[in-house]
């Protein structure tokens, strides 16, 4: 299955779930705050890439997925090459947080700035 293929299945599954539970895609946008064009576009299989994992996270909850949506991206998305820069330890919990947690941004780096000061404190602690 090419690219195209795999987002077009993609899309075929958000419209059919968001269908079945009688829903608009103006409702969907207000449940997500993923616009109601770009819900067009991921149905219809004409976005490039795969969506970012917020947007499965905001779609997946408008739409009452449980983790469905992300295992069908993980299964259709072609492996990246290993030529991406790796991401820092805070980046990948950034990432984390957001698409797995209903924190906010300022509770995010929260978060973020408390671990930062437990890895300081380990470091003091070794010395």
Known sequence: MNKQEQLMKFGTVLKSRRQ??????????????????????????????FPKAITIKQLSDALKFKNELFLLADILFEQKELQTPEKSIEDELREILATKTSLNTKNINQVLYFISGLEKLQKIEML
């Open 20 to 49: 079945s539970l009688n829903l608009s895609l103006r409702d969907v946008e207000k449940l997500s705050n993923v616009s109601a064009a770009l819900i067009t576009k991921l149905e219809n299989g004409k976005m490039a890439n």
